[in-house]
Each structure stands twice: as structure tokens, then as C-alpha cells.
């Protein structure tokens, strides 16, 4: 079973609205979680970073939001634009014993942002 | 794309065939790994690197080789292709261990076809 869950798995907003993806995960011990955006074709590209002492990390008009005791986080996209539609990846890291911490993915929001 | 090329960007190959993908970085950093995605999945890790000849198991890594013989050049081998290898390959580079807080750049990725 997936520890990264992602929801909505798809969803259609108009230009200009808010909309909020998110993000509800089991990994432990946690020790920090990403948000990705992913244009089709492309890689994966970095919109925040949090460790489980920031509660709130704004990138432009994306605010992502992180409740380490309910492991639950959110993405804000405020005044949605055409460049929005993409993929959202939700991505939880651990602690480890290794010298290399598992990452774990979410299997991505798929936003489509209409004129 | 973060200094990161992938080659090729598109194959088609036929069961049974050995397939070498390559991630080529400029930017000198220590780690660097190779990611599969599939539809309705996460990014799953196949093999990564902690440096030249260094190297470990992801969790999908049955029915692959990796190999690091420069710091920036990082191969991917199919020894011999199945179709649950067809998929969207992505290199990623980071320069520490993915549970310190830095972060992974991804490459375009390579679309795999095996028939």
C-alpha cells in the first residue's frame, strides 16, 4: 500500500479560481515533505520543501500546508492560471538508518485549469 | 532541467533486447538515481548512486543493472527487455541523501516502448 495518498486524482478548475490539493501519508519517521509540479513531458520540478516544524511555505501562489500530527498536507493554487495544468506530486521523506532516506511519491493531482 | 540530459528521450525495442539509457549532469552533484513512472503509480526508485562506483538498489530493481563510472554519467541497463518494462524513465540528482533537506532535480525523462 502506497504511504503517499493524493487527492482529488483529477480535477478541472476555471481560470482565476482557487483550488486546494491534498495530501495524507504514513511514512515514519517523517522527516520532511515536498510538493512537485509535473508538466506532461517533463520532469518533476520542486515547488516547496517543509520539515515537520513549519507548518506553512508559500512559492508565488502556491501555499502548501503541513499538520505533521494528523500527517496530512495541503497545496493552495490561488488565482489559477493556464500554466497551473499539470501534475502535483506529493512527496514524503524519512529518516533513516541508511545514508540515504526513502522517498516516498504520491502518485500525483492531474489539474487541468479551463479558459 | 536543472543541468541533467537523458538519452534517448524515445525507443521503441522488442522483447528479449538489452537497453541502455543514460543520465549525463553538470552540475557535479554526489547522488543520482533512476525513477520509473507509471500511470495511477508514484515515482518508484530503480537503483541510485552515492558516487563513482557506488551503488544500491531501489525498490523495483529486479531486471535492471546500473552503472557510474564518472560522477556525471550515470547508465541504466535492461539486460533483456520485458513490456513491464515499458515506462517513463527518469534520471534525478541531488547533492546529499534524499532525507537532508536537499533537493532531487529531475531530468526530461525517456520514454520506453518494449513490444
Known amino acids: 500500500k502506497n504511504q503517499v495518498e493524493q487527492s482529488p486524482q483529477s480535477l478541472i478548475i476555471l481560470e482565476g479560481k482557487n483550488c486546494t490539493l491534498q495530501?495524507?501519508?504514513?511514512?515514519?519517521?517523517?522527516?520532511?515533505l515536498r510538493w512537485y509540479k509535473q508538466d506532461t513531458g517533463r520532469g518533476p520540478v520542486s515547488l516547496t520543501i517543509m520539515t515537520f516544524s513549519e507548518n506553512t511555505k508559500s512559492n508565488g501562489r502556491y501555499t502548501a500546508t503541513l499538520d505533521a500530527d494528523t500527517k496530512q498536507s495541503s497545496l493552495h493554487i490561488t488565482a489559477s492560471q493556464l500554466s497551473d495544468s499539470a501534475s502535483y506530486i506529493c512527496v514524503v521523506s524519512s529518516i533513516s538508518t541508511d545514508s540515504w532516506g526513502k522517498l516516498q511519491f504520491g502518485a500525483g493531482t492531474q489539474v487541468v485549469v479551463t479558459p | 532541467d536543472a543541468g541533467i540530459t537523458q538519452s534517448p528521450r524515445h525507443k521503441v525495442t522488442e522483447t528479449g533486447t538489452p537497453v541502455t539509457l543514460r543520465c549525463h549532469q553538470t552540475e557535479n552533484h554526489r547522488y543520482m538515481y533512476w525513477y520509473r513512472q507509471d500511470p495511477g503509480h508514484g515515482l518508484r526508485l530503480i537503483h541510485y548512486s552515492y558516487g563513482v562506483k557506488d551503488t544500491d538498489k531501489g525498490e523495483v530493481s529486479d531486471g535492471y543493472s546500473v552503472s557510474r563510472s564518472k560522477t556525471e554519467d550515470f547508465l541504466l541497463t535492461l539486460e533483456s527487455a520485458t513490456s513491464s518494462q515499458t515506462s517513463v524513465y527518469f534520471c534525478?540528482?541531488?547533492?546529499?541523501?534524499?532525507?537532508?533537506?536537499?533537493?532531487?532535480?529531475f531530468g526530461p525523462g525517456t520514454r520506453l516502448t518494449v513490444l
Open positions: 534525478a540528482i541531488s547533492e546529499s541523501g534524499g532525507w537532508v533537506l536537499h533537493e532531487q532535480f
Open positions: 495530501c495524507n501519508y504514513t511514512v515514519s519517521p517523517f522527516s520532511n
